[in-house]
């Protein structure tokens, strides 16, 4: 959740893992869409900071990049992965697989954190 509470995020941060989330992918349209309507109206100093391996599941996000820069929120972008790719754990000694069955490779896709950082005035870094 959006949040300024630096010493929630302190104490969460190293909870997360794959199996935080009850469903795979990464919608980055209905991200986007979310934290523009969570940050409201404040003028302070504001970041959407993204863990990610860049892949979007959804199309129709980059325009939002623009929404984001006119409420003054930068996006600072820290890319997981390898290009290469790498298969997901899924916490039981196995693999993530998708609805066909098929275990998912993730890759990194830096360029989708780039245009977001680029686009907002923020920053990307491979986090890797």
Known sequence: PLS?????????????????????????KAMLETSIQA????TADRYLII????ESTEEGWKELGEALKNKG??????GLGTPQGEFIPDGAGGFV???RGAVV???????TLQHLAQTT??????AS
Do not use: H, M, Q
Not at 105 to 111: H, N, P
Not at 121 to 126: H, I, K, L, Q
């Open 121 to 126: 005035g923020g920053a990307y870094t491979d």
């Open 39 to 42: 940050f409201g109206t404040s």
């Open 105 to 111: 490779l993730s890759r990194l896709e830096s360029g």
């Open 51 to 54: 863990l990610s391996d860049g």
């Open 4 to 28: 300024a509470d630096y010493e929630i995020l302190r104490e969460f941060l190293p909870a997360l893992n794959p199996g935080y989330l009850p469903e795979g992918g990464s919608n980055y």
């Open 73 to 78: 929120i930068r996006v600072i972008g820290l």
């Open 97 to 99: 697989k998708d609805e």
